[in-house]
């Protein structure tokens, strides 16, 4: 999906709850659309800072962000710290993460089979899928050759 029609979209849904795409919720949209990496909310409100554009506040930051997830516009993922990282994610294939828990590196991977297993395990309980949240916490491939980290206690069959 393109851009301009990811804005068009995002106008209606702001009209929709009579709100306007002020030129802050403009310049904070383009930025998240921007960027292909995870961004916290205060990464993003850095951003806004140190770049040129109408000047914008932590606030309005954060406000954006809510209309965006709550839009299906980004996706806000917890990666186990003190904040969410988020992600836009219109225009885009569903996909999974895998988490380091000592560098922080998030991975994106897509799985036929698990996604079918998760479809098979919800019918089997008579359950609807609406959405889901695939995080794997781990070491990546860097922090287990260098030695950092704690190896977790889990292994593949538990």
């Known amino acids: 999906m393109k851009q301009t029609a990811i804005i068009k979209r995002f106008e209606a849904y702001l009209r929709e709850r009579s709100l306007k795409l002020t030129p802050q919720r403009r310049r904070i949209f383009d930025r998240v659309f921007a960027t292909h990496e995870h961004f916290s909310a205060e990464r993003l409100y850095e951003w806004m800072r140190t770049e040129h554009g109408p ?89 287990v050759r260098d030695g950092r980290g704690q190896r977790g206690t889990h292994s593949a069959a538990e």
């Open 55 to 143: 000047k914008v506040s932590r606030a309005t930051v954060y406000r954006t962000l809510d209309l965006l997830v709550k839009g299906g516009f980004t996706e806000s993922l917890d990666i186990g710290g003190d904040e969410l990282v988020y992600e836009h994610v219109m225009g885009h294939h569903h996909h999974d993460h895998m988490v380091c828990t000592s560098c922080g590196r998030i991975e994106e991977f897509q799985d036929k089979r698990i996604e079918e297993l998760q479809v098979e395990a919800a019918r089997k309980k008579g359950f609807v899928i609406e959405s889901h949240v695939h995080r794997l916490s781990g070491l990546c491939r860097t922090c």
